[in-house]
T-cell receptor, first 117, second 112 residues
Framework: DAGVIQSPRHEVTEMGQEVTLRCKPI?????LFWYRQTMMRGLELLIY????????DSGMPEDRFSAKMPNASFSTLKIQPSEPRDSAVYFC???????????????FGPGTRLTVT | ELKVEQNPLFLSMQEGKNYTIYCNYS?????LYWYRQDPGKSLESLFV?????AVKQEGRLMASLDTKARLSTLHITAAVHDLSATYFC????????????FGKGTKLSVKP
């Protein structure tokens, strides 16, 4: 398996522009997570989906952020309009909780490094 | 609310020395995970601990879990420079369908 795939790997944009980050989870995984990592705030969970349904979006910083998972193999995280403080590395991770008592190990993608100028 | 605390947050070691990183968590959970992150890279799974008393070892790293004490340790034996990285522990947020609560990470620097 190719692992979790994220695109783009790097994104540089100007303040006010719309940014869309993409994620393809590992085939067969039914939980998907979006994280943001900065030096100041560390690793933060933004939102997660189970079976394509958003379960908890309490980590989404504000209305400028939105996430969708239209099917089991694709998710997007959109920032509109972007601001310099959104500059961070955004990770997508997936897992397969499976049967009770089994592992909830998350597999992380390579991340998207976003710079907003 | 489940909280996960790691200590120390920063660790500077000399090669050849032993040390332990601690991960405490605040509510009942019997599954704990350790991840490694190299600078500029993603998080990579190291160990999955699924029950009280679980012990896993790979190379110079050994992880253990005591669910009664709500404590996991990551022990480093005879450190080498290649172990320099940030290590995260994460705990199941039970009932949350797979959500993990991560510690802040321990940045390990191994110096010759």
């Amino acid at each position: 398996d190719a692992g979790v795939i994220q695109s783009p790997r790097h994104e540089v944009t100007e303040m006010g522009q719309e940014v869309t980050l993409r994620c393809k989870p590992i085939s067969g995984h039914n939980s998907l997570f979006w994280y943001r990592q900065t030096m100041m705030r560390g690793l933060e969970l933004l939102i997660y989906f189970n079976n394509n349904v958003p379960i908890d979006d309490s980590g989404m910083p504000e209305d400028r952020f939105s996430a969708k998972m239209p099917n089991a193999s694709f998710s997007t995280l959109k920032i509109q309009p972007s601001e310099p403080r959104d500059s961070a590395v955004y990770f997508c991770a997936s897992s397969f909780p499976g049967l009770a008592g089994s592992s909830y190990e998350q597999y992380f993608g390579p991340g998207t490094r976003l710079t907003v100028t | 609310e489940l909280k996960v605390e790691q200590n120390p947050l920063f660790l500077s070691m000399q090669e050849g020395k032993n040390y332990t990183i601690y991960c405490n968590y605040s509510t009942t959970s019997d599954r704990l995970y350790w991840y490694r992150q190299d600078p500029g890279k993603s998080l990579e799974s190291l160990f999955v601990l699924l029950s009280n008393g679980a012990v896993k070892q790979e190379g110079r790293l050994m992880a253990s879990l005591d669910t009664k004490a709500r404590l996991s340790t990551l022990h480093i034996t005879a450190a080498v420079h290649d172990l320099s990285a940030t290590y995260f522990c994460a705990v199941d947020n039970q009932g949350s369908q797979g959500n993990l609560i991560f510690g802040k990470g321990t940045k390990l620097s191994v110096k010759p």
